[in-house]
C-alpha cells in the first residue's frame, strides 16, 4: 500500500490536474470547431454543444484547481501571486506565464459565451477565436514547465494533441459552410 501516498502527494495531484485540465480544453475546443461541420445533423451539434461547453467549464476548473495546488507543494510552492499574474514565478516565469494568460482567455471565452446575448454574435465569434492562441499557451506551457515532458507518453500525449488540433482547424477551414465562418 505503499503506492497510495505517492499517488495522493501533492505532486501528483498537480500534474494529474494539469493534463486533466489541458485534455478538456483541448476536447472543448476540438468539439467546438467540429460542430460547425456541414455534414453533422442539428440533433448531433446540440449534443456536441452540451459536451464543448461542459468540458470548457470543468477543464478550466481543473486548471484553477492545478494553480491552487501548487500553493500548498512542499517541494515548490508558489505564491497566490505566482499562480494568478503572469510571469512572476521563480519556476519557469515564461512557460508558467504563458499557462496563466492561457487560463484567463479561455475564462474570457467562457464568461462571453455565457452572455453571448448582451456581447451580440459578432462580438461573440470574435472573442471566441481566443480559444485558438489559448490552445497554443498551455501547450507551451505543458511541454515547458510540465516535469513530465522527457517521458516518451507524455511526448506522444502533447505532439497527439497538437496533430489532432491541427487537423481539426485544417477541417474547420475548409469543410465548414461559408456562412459559418
Excluded at 512542499?74 to 515564461?94: D, G, M, R
Aim: hydrophobic share 50%.
Amino acid at each position: 500500500m505503499n503506492w497510495i501516498p505517492d499517488w495522493l502527494s501533492t505532486w501528483s495531484v498537480i500534474k494529474a490536474t494539469g493534463f486533466t485540465s489541458y485534455l478538456l480544453l483541448f476536447v472543448s475546443i476540438c468539439l467546438g470547431a467540429l460542430s460547425y461541420d456541414k455534414n453533422i445533423s442539428a440533433r448531433a451539434k446540440g449534443s456536441l454543444l452540451i459536451l464543448h461547453q461542459s468540458s470548457g467549464w470543468i477543464g478550466f476548473l481543473f486548471g484553477l484547481l492545478h494553480g491552487l495546488v501548487l500553493t500548498v507543494d512542499q517541494y515548490e510552492p508558489f505564491s497566490l501571486k505566482e499562480v494568478f499574474v503572469p510571469f512572476v514565478s521563480e519556476y519557469h516565469p515564461i512557460s508558467v506565464g504563458l499557462g496563466i494568460i492561457s487560463l484567463y482567455l479561455f475564462l474570457i471565452v467562457l464568461f462571453t459565451s455565457d452572455w453571448k446575448r448582451l456581447f451580440g454574435h459578432k462580438t461573440w465569434r470574435l472573442i471566441h477565436y481566443l480559444v485558438f492562441p489559448s490552445y497554443i499557451l498551455f501547450l507551451i506551457h505543458g511541454l515547458a514547465a510540465g516535469s513530465d515532458t522527457k517521458n516518451l507518453w507524455a511526448i506522444l500525449f502533447y505532439t497527439g494533441t497538437a496533430a489532432i488540433f491541427l487537423v481539426i482547424i485544417w477541417i474547420r477551414r475548409f469543410r465548414t459552410k461559408p456562412a459559418d465562418r
